[in-house]
């Protein structure tokens, strides 16, 4: 997802399609499982894939949501990994 979303910044319904699909696989950190995928998604560049998103498309409202929500699975929380995650976004 990170990948495609790199090879294709300027294409608006890739960038939206890949937060929503990042924004899916973060969904659930209530367990190891959710909490690794978080985990894993952040380490493939998925932060940063998602802010070039939304800075690259300001005006595409379906980016914005798709990626803020992206943003909220990926950081919310507070504890140490999330904490960390929140100085990259």
Do not use: F, W
């Amino acid at each position: 997802v990170v990948a495609a979303m790199q090879a294709h910044s300027q294409v608006a319904k890739v960038q939206q399609q890949g937060c929503a699909a990042l924004r899916n696989v973060c969904y659930g950190d209530d367990d190891d499982a959710g909490r690794a995928r978080e985990q894993r998604a952040a380490d493939a560049g998925a932060i940063e894939a998602v802010v070039a998103a939304l800075q690259a498309h300001p005006q595409e409202a379906e980016v914005q949501t798709e990626g803020c929500g992206a943003l909220r699975n990926l950081c919310a929380g507070d504890d140490a990994a999330r904490l960390a995650r929140k100085q990259r976004a």
